[in-house]
């Protein structure tokens, strides 16, 4: 089971960015997805999360500005990022919570993509 993001890139502020992430492997069903950034010497930090039925949570800091969605029958998630402000600036990991098999699963993570905002 793997998770491929793509997206990332530099882009000034205010601009808009959209990141994807993919699942693929011997996957028996999905729970929840998600994304998290982490800047150096930061702590991993939750952006969004979507449940299997499209409930979705933010982050206080990109409440009305990002849009987190996913297409269950392509095991895919997306983060539509909008007036991005140079704080945004981080790497941005997809995260899945992947069942192989029924009560088998664990937490699953990308390899990270880099967002640069510019002033």
């Known amino acids: 089971v793997q998770l491929v993001e793509s997206g990332g890139g530099l882009v000034q502020a205010g601009g808009s960015l959209r990141l994807s992430c993919a699942a693929s492997?011997?996957?028996?069903?999905?729970?929840?997805m998600g994304w998290y950034r982490q800047t150096p010497g930061k702590q991993r930090e939750l952006v969004a999360t979507?449940?299997?039925?499209?409930?979705?949570n933010y982050a206080d800091s990109v409440k009305g500005r990002f849009t987190i969605s996913r297409d269950n029958a392509k095991k895919t998630v997306s983060l539509q990022m909008n007036s991005l402000e140079p704080e945004d600036t981080s790497v941005y990991y997809c995260?899945?919570?992947?069942?192989?098999?029924?009560?088998?699963?664990?937490?699953?993570w990308g390899q990270g993509t880099r967002v640069t905002v510019s002033s």
């Open positions: 995260n899945a919570q992947i069942f192989i098999s029924p009560g088998v699963g664990d937490d699953y």
């Open positions: 979507i449940t299997s039925g499209g409930r979705t």
């Open positions: 492997g011997s996957i028996f069903s999905i729970d929840d």
